[in-house]
C-alpha cells in the first residue's frame, strides 16, 4: 500500500541520547515535512525538504537536523534529546509544493519520550 | 507569517445535529486553504482543501467548508454528525508564495454523543 511509513511506532530515550526517526514515502513525492505536535499547540514544521539533496528550516529546527540523500528517505535526527522534546512526530509528504499538488499527505506518527 | 485560529477547543454535539468548527486566519498574501482530520492514534488525513474558484468546497465524509476572504475564515460544516466523526480537525494555510510552509491551527475535538 502506497505512503508513508514510520518508525519507530514510539520510543522511551534518555536525556542525552541521540535518536533518528525515519521516514520513508513511496508515492514518489518531490517534498518531504517534519512536524511535532503538542498539546493545544497544534503541529509545528521542524525542517523540510523540496527535493532531494535540499533541506530547509521550519518554525522549530534548533536541536534537530535532517538530511534529504534520495527521494524516498528523511530521516530526523535529535543529537542530545532534552526532555521538551518529548512529543508526537509526524512525517508528510507533498508532490509538487507550490502548485495545486501541495496537500500533505501524513505519516502514523512516532511518539517520543524524553527522560 | 501566516496564523491560524481555531476558535474552539473542544465541541460537543449530539448524533445527527449539524456541526460548524471554525477557522480563521491572518495573511497578508494569497493562501490556499485545508481541512484535515485526526483520529485517535492516527495521523493526519485531508478533508478537504481551497485552492482557488469556488468559495464552498465539499470534501469526504459529506464535510464542506466555506472561503470568506472578507472574514478571512474558513469555517467546516456538515448538516448531520455521526459517531464515527469523533476525531480532533486540524484547519491549516499555505502560503502561495512561501509554499514550503504550512501552519495548523491548534486542533479542534469534536466529540459526537449518542
Known amino acids: 500500500i502506497a505512503g508513508i511509513t514510520q518508525a519507530p511506532t514510539s520510543q522511551i530515550l534518555a536525556a542525552g541520547r541521540r535518536m533518528t526517526l525515519r521516514c520513508t514515502q513511496d508515492?514518489?513525492?518531490?517534498?518531504m515535512y517534519w512536524y511535532r505536535q503538542d498539546l493545544g499547540l497544534g503541529l509545528r514544521l521542524i525542517h523540510y525538504?523540496?527535493?532531494?539533496?535540499?533541506?530547509g528550516k521550519g518554525e522549530v529546527p534548533d536541536g534537530y537536523s535532517v538530511s534529504r540523500a534520495n527521494t524516498d528517505d528523511f530521516p530526523l535526527t535529535l543529537a542530545s534529546a532534552v526532555p521538551s522534546q518529548t512529543s508526537v512526530y509526524f512525517c508528510?509528504?507533498?508532490?509538487?509544493?507550490?502548485?495545486?499538488?501541495?496537500?500533505?499527505?501524513f505519516g502514523p506518527g512516532t511518539r517520543l519520550t524524553v527522560l | 507569517a501566516q496564523s491560524v485560529t481555531q476558535l474552539d477547543s473542544q465541541v460537543p454535539v449530539f448524533e445527527e445535529a449539524p456541526v460548524e468548527l471554525r477557522c480563521n486566519y491572518s495573511?497578508?498574501?494569497?493562501?490556499?486553504l485545508f481541512w484535515y482530520v485526526q483520529y485517535p492514534n492516527q495521523g493526519l488525513q485531508l478533508l478537504l482543501k481551497?485552492?482557488?474558484?469556488?468559495?464552498l468546497v465539499k470534501g469526504i465524509n459529506g464535510f464542506e467548508a466555506e472561503f470568506n476572504k472578507s472574514q478571512t475564515s474558513f469555517h467546516l460544516r456538515k448538516p448531520s454528525v455521526h459517531i464515527s466523526d469523533t476525531a480532533e480537525y486540524f484547519c491549516?494555510?499555505?502560503?502561495?508564495?512561501?509554499?514550503?510552509?504550512?501552519?495548523f491551527g491548534s486542533g479542534t475535538k469534536l466529540n459526537v454523543k449518542p
Open positions: 481551497y485552492l482557488s474558484g469556488s468559495t
Open positions: 508515492m514518489r513525492h518531490n517534498a
Open positions: 525538504s523540496n527535493t532531494a539533496g535540499t533541506t
Open positions: 508528510a509528504s507533498s508532490q509538487s509544493p507550490g502548485t495545486v499538488y501541495n496537500e500533505q499527505f
Open positions: 491549516a494555510v499555505s502560503d502561495r508564495y512561501n509554499f514550503n510552509k504550512f501552519y
Open positions: 495573511s497578508s498574501v494569497s493562501v490556499y
